[in-house]
């Protein structure tokens, strides 16, 4: 295994910025739109989210970083910085970022054109296209525009977060006299207009197709002067401890999300001063961060021409595989989990065993009570249809929804009112902490006495991501950890803290110092000549304190493995401070979510005596301190092996979609030399099955034996 090698320089202090730390994840987002190797349409699909990404930093991040440079301008951040500082090196970063797409773009249109799908505009098509381009236009758009002059009668109107909005500049035919007139394009609108003219795809630009058809809009003008722009707002929501009514303060808040500061304006370089200059006048520009575009912005809107049915141009379709431990109980989800505790590894196995999960225990007289955190899903979500239908056949149903989900608050609320309709017990929670814990817990009455069935989960109730989201869902009747579940319930619901808790750990209460105590063992066993290690996977690792602890560890002896997707402040690799951590981040066709923490407890890792806990946190100040998390142990030694010797192992033997950090904050991507043997995580998942889900089928597929491999790394 080869690293790409990349400059090296002591760190002047012990944490890398946040900020930079998530923009260097999207640039690796970003590399994977110019990787030969992925389709060409999944290129584009990057592409989009690089840019869909950086729209929600500035949206949250650079929004945050305004009000403190406007709040407390010297407050410093871990690695030292003001926020005046965060701001010039974040722009630093996402202006080659944005140099980079746009380069990216241009080539991905090149290549998609030899492949008959091609980007072009109105004024090339011959007379028959542009014939079936005005019917379109005519049936399709023009009856969604509204224009609107600019005058004394007509003010200048609201710019709605994300819109894309049209400037023309007219005159009258029949005399001189001008006009402004601007379009704000409605949502429903798409951003390209698709023509299929014989085998070929051909993309037309919105702005270009309206620019077009001016006529249509305006008969009696002449067209003098046109742009176009987008704006990202400030869309971040402040929220009060001591509120005294959430659900009032949230539906305020949205409407003043929606009215936030203009935080970025995109142009096309072609704008002209009269129109930058309306521009400026008419919208508050004061802090936005202004990017100009040679051809085309707001590429977040190639998401619309992913899903063309080209399938040589994807990926290979992957169905999810059935649990064939379900199968083993002819689909009987309280069987399957009364035998044993099992893992199901998505999206490489159906979420649908989730959902049957909760859809049997709502058909299921035996049923009486069922409980669930909701943090993100959809509003046709199975799960919330599984919910209503329980609670309309007379069981006891609670849902704890979290309005504070960033994003989908208005959503959760939604659908929230729909439940409770149905005869749901809504709980929102904590006015101060988030609900970030995803857990399910069902009680039935078997032989006269209760028994209960749970579900913990590292990834939201979400249909739609679990397809592309990679994470974990155990499934134990285990008494002492569904007890605990209860306990953690009762204390959202109720904020009845629990007193003890048999196995679980809980944020805010415990899971700081519990997590303290593991990696203090390990840092006695190192020192006492055992082995000690610890292995973590995560979405970010941000918060100082446990940063400063494994820089503990590391001196001690202790080796650390951290598998880290997006944001890492800590630096790994630096004599005296953390020479014996690595850290790796995997990009790839499949999001990473799933949060697995491991510790060696004086035996290699993997073993059967290691420590191993799966939850919703990740190492962030918020997840520890302001959010209500949950770690759960894995005790079946069956479920054990699957996490550690196979999902974790093949993490770490990945050399196709993994990146090392280097001490300098920078990532160097892994590659194969001639003695390594080429290694995909994803696509062993996508072909092996789980272990502890796998079930005793006849000729049921075994999975491939890993560890021999960790010889060779």
Known sequence: MNIKKASRKLPQNKFINRELSWLLFNKRVLFEANNEKNPLLERLRFLSISASNLDEFYMVRIASLLDQKTANP???????????????????????????????????????????????????????????????????????????????????????NESTCLHMTLQLLKSKKQMSSVIILP????????????????????????????????????????????????????????????????????????????????????ISPNHFNFIKKNIFLNDAHIIYFKKIYGIQSFSEIVDLDFSKLKFKKFNSRPVERLRQFNNNCFEAVRSKDFVVHHPYETFDVVVDFLDQAANDTKVVAIKQTIYRTTMDSPIIKALIKAAEKGKSVTAVVEIKARFDEEANLAFASQMEKSGVQIVYGFANLKTHSKASLIIRKEFGKLRSYAHVGTGNYHPINAKIYEDLSLFTANEKICRDIEKVFNYVTGYAKPDSLNYLILSPINLRSHLNHLIDREIKAAKKGKPASMWMKMNSLVDPQMIYKLYDASNAGVSIKLFIRGICCLIPGTPNLSENIEVRSIVGRYLEHARIFCFANESNIPSRNNIVYIGSADLMPRNLDRRVETLTPIINQTVHEQILSQIMVANYLDNQHSWVMNSDGSYAKISCNKKSRVFSAHDYFMMNPSLSGRGKIKGAKKPKKLLALLDNV
């Open 74 to 160: 010297n407050k410093l951040s871990p690695d030292g910085l003001n926020a005046d500082g965060q701001m010039k090196g974040a722009y630093n970063l996402c202006l080659s970022i944005f140099k980079e797409q746009e380069k990216i773009t241009n080539i991905l249109l090149s290549k998609l054109e030899k492949e008959k799908i091609i980007f072009s505009s109105p004024w090339k098509l011959n007379s028959n296209n542009k014939i079936k381009l005005k019917k379109n236009f005519l049936e399709n758009v023009l009856p969604l525009l509204t224009p609107i002059s600019i005058d004394p009668v007509h003010p200048f109107p609201f710019i709605p």
């Open 187 to 270: 949502k429903s609108v798409d951003r390209f207009v698709k023509l299929k003219i014989r085998s070929k795809i051909y993309i037309l630009l919105i702005e270009d197709v309206i620019k077009f058809f001016y006529k249509n809009l305006f008969s009696d003008y002449r067209l003098i002067d046109f742009s176009s722009f987008r704006l990202i707002r400030d869309s971040d929501i402040d929220y009060d401890d001591d509120l005294e009514d959430v659900v009032a303060y949230f539906k305020e808040a949205f409407n003043k999300r929606k009215r936030g500061e203009v935080v970025r304006l995109e142009l096309l370089k072609s």
